[in-house]
């Protein structure tokens, strides 16, 4: 299995900024790509931004030019930078991964994490 664990969530104010990161963990053959979603009350989880292991990305419209997704392969982790942040980008945001543990290398599943809770306010 992989296990995702988050940090980085809180509250900050508008136009502030956060680092989330994401390590993942357990038997471990291969990640492929990485991610972010979010789920604010009420509403659909949605994606926010992904990042294959060669480095290429994906973003939704409404954080591009804001945010911005990294990953340390070598260390399983994933980054989401978030400047300016809006009232609208308060969630729950989780960390997504596609990946093959070392029992079944090459059989792909998604892993999610327990989530970090995000609020923007003043």
């Known amino acids: 299995q992989v296990q995702l664990v988050e940090s980085g969530g809180g509250l900050v104010q508008p136009g502030g900024s956060l680092r989330l990161s994401c390590a993942a963990s357990?038997?471990?053959?291969?990640?492929?790509?990485m991610g972010w979603y979010r789920q604010a009350p009420g509403k659909q989880r949605e994606l926010v931004a992904t990042?294959?292991?060669?480095?290429?990305?994906n973003y939704a419209d409404s954080v591009k030019g804001r945010f911005t997704i990294s990953r340390d392969n070598a260390k399983n982790t994933v980054y989401l930078q978030m400047n300016s942040l809006k009232p609208e980008d308060t969630a729950v945001y989780y960390c997504?991964?596609?990946?093959?543990?070392?029992?079944?290398?090459?059989?792909?599943?998604?892993?999610w994490g327990q989530g970090t809770q995000v609020t923007v306010s003043s």
């Open positions: 997504y991964a596609y990946a093959a543990v070392s029992t079944r290398r090459y059989w792909y599943s998604d892993y």
């Open positions: 990042i294959t292991s060669g480095g290429s990305t």
């Open positions: 357990g038997s471990i053959f291969s990640i492929s790509t």
